[in-house]
C-alpha cells in the first residue's frame, strides 16, 4: 500500500499534538483555531490511510462500505482547505465577529462536504497502487481550489491587518498545497496533497504557533511578543483586566544584594505559576507584568511576593507594584506600558507596597497623552506657531528684540494654553523637536522682507532642559542658521538656571561653540528658585533677564528692591545688559527705567504676538 507518507505526515503532526498540549499557552482565540486546523487535519490524514487500507483489502469488503470510506476522506479534504481561510480570517475580524461568520460558514462547508457522497466515484487498484478518481474527486478538487484561491485573496487584500509571520506562513502554505494538488492530478498515484498539509501545518507551528516562541528563555515567563499578541485579543473583545507591574530597579548592587537578577525573577515567579488565572510576561531586564482578570488575584499574588522579601530591604527600596484595574482603558500594548511608566513616575520614591493606578492615575494619564497627541499632530500638520513679545530698549528707545515664544493652535483654531504643553512636552521629550521647529521659524522671519524691515538687533530663542542635555546641539542649531542664511548675532540663545545645573558640562561645550560662531547667551529667570550668583559668573552669558517674580516683588519689598539694586549693580561692572521681565504699569516702566535697567519687557507694552501682529506693531511704534 502507497501510505508511507501518510503515516510519516500523521506521526509528524501526533508530535506536534503532543508539544502543543505539554506546553503552557495563553488561550487564546487564534491558538485555538489552530489547533482546531491541526485536529482536522490529524483526523483527515487518518481517513487518507483508512480509505487506501480499505481499497486495498476491498476484495473482502462491502463495495460500498469501500466507497463510503473513500468519500468521507476526500469530503474530510474540503473541511481541511476551509481551515486555513477560518484560521487567517481571525486576524482581519473580532472574535465576536469571527465566531458568528466561522457558524455560518462551517454549516456551508459542511454542506459542500456532503456533495462527493451523491457523485459517482471510481477505484484504481493496481498492485500497490491505489487511488480514487471520477466526478466526486474532480469535485473536491474544483472546492478545495476555490478555498485556497479565497485564502490567497484575503491575505492579499486584507495584508496590513494580518500578523507579518501569519501572513506569510498561510501564503507558503498554500503554495505548497497548490503545487502538491497539481502533482496529484497529473499523477493520480502520488498521493502528496495530505502531506503538504502537514508541511503547511508544520510551518504554522514553527514560525508563528509554537509555544516555545512565546517564552522568555531565561526566566521561562511569557515574552514581550506574547504580551502584545495576548493584550490585543483581550482589548479586541473589550474584556476588563487588571495589571500589576512589577518593577525592579536597574540601580540594585546585585553584587552586594542578597539575590541575583534572574533569582529574583524565578522568586516572584513561583509564586505566581501555581495561579492558573494570572499570566506573569518579561517586560524589561529586571520586570514582570502579571495580568488576571481577577483584580484579588493579583493583590493576593503581590502580597505573597512582598512577604517573601518582608527582610530584604533593598528589594523593597529598589522595587515599585503598580496595580490598576483599568486594563481594558488603552488600546493597545505601547500605550499600556507607557501608563505603566507614567504610574511609576506618579509613586512617591520611598513608597513600599502596592500603587494603586487607579480612575484619577488613568484620566491624568489620558490627558497628557492627548496632549503629547495634539503636540505630534500639530507638529506633522505645522501647527506649531511662534509669537514674539516686542522687548523696549531704554537707551534705544524703541524695539529692538523681541523674545521668540512656542504656541501650538489646536485644529479649531484656539491656542492650546502652554503652561498645559510645555511640561509635558518636556516630560515626553517632544520638546526638542518643537525647540527645532521654534529655531526654524524664528530664522525664517528674520530672514522674510516683514524681519529685515523690523530692524530687530536679535531675537530670544529659549533652550529647554532637555536641549541643553543634548551634545549635538550646536551642530543643529548652527545647520539651521545656515539653512537660513541667518547672521548668528540675531539669534540670542536663553537658558535657564536649571538647565545649567543639570547639563553643566555638555551645555559649556555648546555654548562655547555656539558663542565662537556667533550666538550670544541670556540667563533667564534669574532669580527664581536656587539662585546663585555663581552661574552668572560660571555661565559666558550677555544679558541677565530678572524673574517676573522678583521684578514685580520690587515693587512691594523693601529687600527685593535692595537685592534687584545690588543685582542691576553688579551686572552692570561686570558688562552685562539686564532685562526685567513682567512690567504691566507705567509707574512699573519709569521705576525700572529710573533704575538703569536696559531693557523692559511685559504687558506694558504688549503681550506676545502673532508674527504678522508683531510686524504690524513694529510699524506702528
Not at 468521507?72 to 465577529?97: G, Q
Request: charged residues 25%; aromatic residues 10%.
Amino acid at each position: 500500500m502507497n501510505i508511507q507518507v501518510q503515516i510519516c505526515g500523521l506521526l509528524i503532526l501526533v508530535l506536534v499534538y503532543i508539544f502543543y498540549k505539554t506546553h503552557r499557552t495563553l488561550k487564546l482565540y487564534r491558538e485555538r483555531l489552530f489547533f482546531q486546523v491541526l485536529c482536522t487535519l490529524i483526523l483527515s490524514l487518518v481517513f487518507d490511510i483508512v480509505s487506501v487500507m480499505a481499497i486495498y483489502y476491498r476484495a473482502s469488503l462491502p463495495e460500498s462500505a469501500v466507497k463510503i470510506v473513500c468519500r468521507t476522506y476526500i469530503a474530510s479534504l474540503i473541511c481541511v482547505a476551509y481551515s486555513p481561510f477560518m484560521y487567517i480570517l481571525s486576524d482581519i475580524v473580532e472574535e465576536k465577529r469571527h465566531k458568528r461568520i466561522t457558524c455560518v460558514l462551517s454549516v456551508a462547508t459542511l454542506l459542500l462536504s456532503m456533495v462527493p457522497f451523491l457523485l459517482p466515484i471510481h477505484i484504481f487498484d493496481e498492485g500497490e497502487m491505489v487511488y480514487t478518481y471520477g466526478p466526486a474527486v474532480f469535485y473536491v478538487y474544483a472546492v478545495c481550489i476555490t478555498y485556497i484561491i479565497t485564502t490567497l485573496v484575503t491575505v492579499g487584500k486584507y495584508r496590513k491587518k494580518l500578523n507579518s509571520r501569519r501572513r506569510f506562513a498561510t501564503i507558503l502554505w498554500m503554495v505548497i498545497w497548490i503545487i502538491s494538488a497539481a502533482i496529484q492530478f497529473l499523477n493520480n498515484r502520488l498521493l502528496v496533497v495530505g502531506f503538504a498539509s502537514v508541511i503547511g501545518v508544520l510551518i504554522l507551528f514553527v514560525i508563528i504557533e509554537n509555544p516555545e516562541a512565546n517564552l522568555d528563555r531565561k526566566s521561562d515567563c511569557f515574552n514581550s511578543y506574547a504580551l502584545t499578541e495576548y493584550l490585543k485579543e483581550l482589548l479586541q473583545n473589550k474584556e476588563k483586566f487588571a495589571v500589576l507591574d512589577i518593577s525592579i530597579s536597574n540601580r540594585i548592587n546585585l553584587e552586594e544584594h542578597s539575590i541575583y537578577g534572574n533569582e529574583i525573577i524565578s522568586s516572584i515567579l513561583r509564586l505566581v505559576r501555581s495561579d492558573k488565572d494570572v499570566f506573569a510576561f518579561k517586560n524589561t531586564t529586571y520586570g514582570l507584568i502579571l495580568i488576571s482578570e481577577n483584580v484579588d488575584k493579583l493583590r493576593e499574588r503581590a502580597k505573597d511576593i512582598l512577604n517573601h522579601f518582608v527582610e530584604d530591604e533593598e528589594f523593597a527600596k529598589q522595587t515599585r507594584f503598580i496595580l490598576t484595574t483599568e486594563g481594558a482603558t488603552f488600546s493597545n500594548m505601547d500605550e499600556l506600558l507607557q501608563f505603566l511608566s507614567f504610574a511609576r513616575s506618579e509613586c512617591v520614591n520611598d513608597q513600599v507596597g502596592i500603587f494603586d493606578a487607579g480612575e484619577n492615575i488613568v484620566s491624568k494619564y489620558h490627558e497628557q497623552y492627548e496632549i503629547q497627541q495634539e503636540i505630534t499632530e500639530a507638529l506633522i500638520d505645522d501647527r506649531v506657531e511662534v509669537f514674539l513679545q516686542p522687548i523696549y530698549s531704554n537707551n534705544a528707545k524703541r524695539f529692538t528684540s523681541a523674545e521668540a515664544l512656542v504656541r501650538i493652535r489646536r485644529t479649531d483654531g484656539t491656542l492650546l494654553p502652554p503652561g498645559l504643553f510645555i511640561p509635558i512636552a518636556e516630560d515626553s521629550g517632544q520638546i526638542l523637536a518643537l525647540g527645532e521647529r521654534v529655531m526654524e521659524k524664528v530664522c525664517e522671519f528674520l530672514g522674510s522682507c516683514e524681519g529685515k524691515e523690523s530692524k530687530l538687533h536679535y531675537i530670544e530663542v529659549n533652550l529647554s532642559v532637555i536641549q541643553c542635555e543634548n551634545k549635538h546641539l550646536a551642530d543643529q542649531l548652527i545647520s539651521i542658521v545656515e539653512k537660513y542664511g541667518i547672521n548668528p548675532n540675531m539669534i540670542n540663545l536663553e537658558i535657564t538656571e536649571t538647565a545649567s545645573i543639570s547639563a553643566r558640562n555638555t551645555l559649556h561645550e555648546n555654548m562655547k561653540r555656539l558663542i565662537d560662531y556667533g550666538f550670544t547667551f541670556s540667563l533667564d529667570d534669574f532669580g527664581k528658585g536656587e539662585s546663585n550668583l555663581m552661574y552668572v559668573v560660571e555661565m559666558p552669558v550677555s544679558i541677565v533677564k530678572l524673574d517676573y517674580d522678583l521684578s514685580k516683588a520690587f515693587f512691594t519689598s523693601p529687600k527685593a528692591r535692595h537685592v534687584v539694586r545690588a543685582v542691576i549693580g553688579m551686572a552692570h561692572e561686570m558688562g552685562l545688559k539686564l532685562v526685567s521681565e513682567g512690567i504691566e504699569t507705567i509707574d512699573e516702566n519709569e521705576s525700572m527705567q529710573e533704575e538703569g535697567i536696559d531693557y523692559i519687557q511685559g504687558y506694558y507694552y504688549s503681550k506676545p504676538l502673532p508674527m504678522k501682529e508683531f510686524v504690524e506693531f513694529i510699524r506702528g511704534h
